[in-house]
């Protein structure tokens, strides 16, 4: 059975200080996918980043960076240089490459809390 | 391009009585998923639509969820009767084509307060 864990339920920075979110998943799939989603106060669940489980290149996006690592299955999201507007909900998901479209499995979420 | 849209945002309804929610995907995708989280739990999958067919319920509850997409557009999820425990953020989300890789993308939730 698939399972996403985020062991952090909730984390509180300072601005500007480096902040990183921790995921590690279980499947017995050779082939997968992993998510980030952000979820502001607004509600919506925003896609960040979707990784292959043949790509294991590090990727960075402005601010955010993600380290994917297969030997101990986990897939970490560091913000740089926090910012308040970063305070959310992080979501790591998982998903089986498998038949039409897909269904993603939801770690609990990492709330983070950056202070000014 | 408009994003996935939900409605309502908030409903707050009594015990024993029916709630019907909407989602209007992404236009042109072809798959929709409902997700819901519930108070202090994760997110989870409720089902899953290929145009009008359902490809996965394996996630709906109990038979006091239906969920409908005809003509392959919008989709609908009725919950009757609802009860306490239905209370929480109801998700619809969607994706292109058929690649299981493709990114899936949400709206903003449909509240749910069941009193």
């Known amino acids: 059975a698939q399972k996403v864990t985020q062991a952090q339920t909730e984390i509180s920075v300072v601005e500007k200080e480096d902040v990183t979110l921790d995921c590690v998943y279980e499947t017995r799939d050779t082939t997968y996918y992993l998510f980030w989603y952000k979820q502001p106060p607004s509600g919506e669940l925003v896609f960040l980043i979707r990784?292959?489980?043949?790509d294991e290149q590090n990727e960075i996006s402005g601010r955010y960076s993600w380290n994917f690592q297969k030997s101990t299955s986990s897939f970490n999201f560091t913000i740089t240089a926090s910012q308040v507007v970063d305070s959310a909900v992080y979501f790591c998901?998982?998903?089986?490459?498998w038949g039409y479209g897909n269904k993603l499995v939801f770690g609990a979420g990492t709330i983070l809390r950056v202070k000014s | 391009e408009a994003g996935v849209t939900q409605f309502p945002s908030h409903s707050v309804i009594e015990k024993g009585q029916t709630v019907t929610l909407r989602c209007d995907p992404i236009s042109g995708h072809d798959n929709l998923y409902w997700y819901r989280r519930v108070m202090g739990k994760e997110i989870k999958f409720l089902l899953h639509f290929v145009k009008e067919s359902k490809q996965d319920e394996s996630g709906m509850p109990n038979n006091r969820f239906l969920a409908e997409r005809t003509g392959g557009t919008y989709s609908t999820l009725k919950v009757q009767p609802a009860e306490l425990e239905d209370s929480g953020v109801y998700f619809c989300a969607s994706s292109p084509g058929q690649y299981s890789g493709n990114t899936i993308y949400f709206g903003e939730g449909s509240w749910l307060t069941v009193v």
């Open positions: 998901a998982l998903s089986e490459a």
């Open positions: 990784r292959n489980s043949f």
